[in-house]
């Protein structure tokens, strides 16, 4: 029998949405949890992140009448997914869909305010069963309540910032709804300096009112600097993990289980070669390293679709700095991407994940390009070129590339003169028809949601010809790996053949996606990490609860 340093029924191995949910599931049925963080920071890559959660048929939805149903959430989910692997079997599927409303109502319990985007639509609202609304977010927190853990968050920036705010702040210089947006927005974040708070939105909000719960409201135990280095089996079950804290070896016992939360493999180089064939553009938290997915492998866990991220276009890294992920912005009007002969090559509108899938089929070294005129400039919120500091280093390093006309612009960029001046003229006369004749951008609603209303006939398109004109390098980015530890409905670890490695469990990052080889919705990372988090908690909890009433009649 092992020896402890400390006793917890659960720990959990990661700071992030899946973490936080797992410990807020078993604390709120009385149990005794600790969350190791690896780094010094907390909150992972959903600090990090827009902070959405795509949750199906939620409480929110039919509170406000806004017509789901498990139904048509399966549809919609088979329709996208498919079969990618046991990683998206049936049982997977309605375990996510069936396990939505358990999150919801537990965290609202508690005090987290959840609010819909109901204008973000599934990435493919077409299909049977697509809807638009499905996503939910925190409202923006106030961090003060937190205290000094807010200048550990992986992400400390106080901006109330809403998802649902995006799509409009992008347009607040071009349309009249965008300028409201921004307006709200403005006093959204005065009325938190009027009335002494200090409001954080998107991830890094999500983050601290889950915090505020499960650490403040509930007691858990939350070690920062502490990462996994194995973990301990007695009788085929894991029973506790061995860690390093404050350069001390502990190990702590977990009577109920282990959840690995930890993130995916995105900042591990070696790995992403190994997997993906490219070095990787990762925009994940540096701790994601892969270590909870090799220690989970080593001791028998089968893992799924180490092939695959979350996928999309970023613009590439100054040295030394972090690429730009990109959503919105590639979208809107009077901007295409190419290749490196000067050609289109998909829809620049569509989902993340297919953009960036297509990249790789394309041409995974690249490069590619942003292109755009004056206009896309002027009328629309560039994230990624608002500092005009980093405008110029970015001119420096070739990655940002400006040009009078567009044969000149061709020049700089070594890309055909001929094949791009026919890809701008082509791409020139679908926007003045509508139609997008080679990919056919425009025509989906999601597509529209990062559009102009106000440019027509098509709000997405937009012709390229007025200078000067402007080319962005992009790369292959993402938003971190999907592939890891395979688990069944309740989020535990199995291996190749089948079995269960009991006391082990996995979500978010760390565990092989229901999602598959997709991006169903907004926030379709966040929102099955806290789902099968809470999942797995619940059945930790019964579990715990079983053993005890066998020793009872014993």
């Not at 358990?102 to 985007?117: C, I, N, P, Q, S």
């Not at 040295?319 to 730009?324: A, H, K, T, W």
């Not at 110029?392 to 612009?409: C, N, P, S, Y």
Request: aromatic share 8%; no cysteine.
């Amino acid at each position: 029998m092992s020896t402890f340093d400390h006793t917890y029924d659960v720990v959990v191995v990661g700071s992030g949405a899946a973490g936080m949910a797992t410990a807020m599931g078993a604390a709120d049925k009385g149990l005794r949890v600790l969350v190791l963080e690896s780094t010094a920071k907390w909150g992972g890559n959903t600090a990090m992140s827009g902070g959405g959660m795509w949750l199906p048929n939620n409480p929110l939805m039919k509170r406000d009448r806004a017509g789901d149903s498990r139904e048509e959430a399966l549809a919609y989910l088979e329709a996208t997914i498919g079969d990618a692997g046991r990683a998206t079997s049936r049982e997977r599927k309605e375990a996510f869909v069936d396990g939505v409303a358990d999150f919801v109502d537990t965290a609202m319990k508690y005090g987290v305010e959840l609010v819909r985007a109901p204008d973000y639509a599934d990435y493919y609202p077409e299909l049977p069963g697509g809807k638009i609304g499905r996503g939910l977010e925190v409202k923006p927190f106030d961090v003060k309540r937190i205290g000094d853990w807010w200048k550990t968050n992986q992400s400390p920036i106080p901006l109330p910032a809403k998802t649902d705010d995006v799509w409009l702040l992008g347009r607040a210089w071009s349309t009249p709804a965008g300028f409201v947006r921004g307006a709200q927005f403005v006093f959204r974040a005065l009325g938190g300096v009027v009335t002494g708070k200090k409001l954080a939105g998107i991830g890094s909000g999500w983050t601290a009112a889950f915090l505020d719960v499960v650490v403040q409201k509930l007691g858990t135990d939350l070690w920062l600097g502490a990462p996994l280095e194995d973990l301990v089996i007695e009788d085929d079950r894991v029973v506790g993990v061995r860690t390093t804290r404050e350069g001390k070896a502990l190990t702590i016992g977990a009577t109920h289980g282990v959840m690995l939360a930890a993130g995916g493999f995105d900042q591990n180089v070696e790995w992403r070669r190994k997997h993906h064939g490219i070095d990787g553009a990762p925009s994940g938290a540096p701790g994601n390293l892969g270590g909870a997915i090799d220690i989970a492998a080593r001791h028998g866990a089968a893992l799924e679709l180490m092939d695959d991220a979350w996928w999309g276009a970023s613009i590439e890294a100054l040295p030394g700095g972090s690429p730009s992920f990109i959503v919105g912005e590639r979208s809107m009007p009077y901007s295409i991407i190419v290749d490196s002969t000067g050609e289109r090559f998909a829809n620049e509108s569509e989902s993340y994940v297919d953009l960036g899938h297509h990249m790789l089929e394309h041409d995974k070294d690249g490069p590619y390009w942003m292109v755009s005129d004056v206009r896309h400039a002027r009328r629309y919120l560039r994230t990624y070129a608002m500092d005009p500091r980093a405008n110029k280093k970015m001119q420096e390093a070739g990655i940002m590339v400006k040009a009078d006309t567009l044969e000149e612009l061709a020049e700089k960029l070594g890309v055909d003169k001929g094949r791009f001046a026919a890809t701008v003229a082509r791409f020139n006369g679908f926007a003045r028809s509508g139609v997008d004749g080679d990919f056919g951008r425009g025509n989906s609603a999601y597509d529209r949601y990062y559009s102009d209303p106000t440019v027509r006939p098509n709000p997405n398109l937009g012709p390229i010809e007025k200078g000067p004109f402007t080319a962005f390098k992009l790369v292959v980015g993402d938003l971190g790996t999907k592939g890891g530890v395979l688990t069944d409905a309740d989020g535990r670890a199995l291996r190749e053949d089948g079995s269960v490695i009991e006391g082990l469990y996995s979500a978010g990052n760390s565990s092989a996606s229901v999602m598959g080889r997709t991006y169903p919705g907004p926030g379709s990372t966040i929102g099955p990490a806290a789902v099968f988090g809470m999942r797995a908690a619940r059945h930790m909890a019964r579990v715990g609860a079983s053993q005890t009433a066998t020793t009872a009649v014993r």
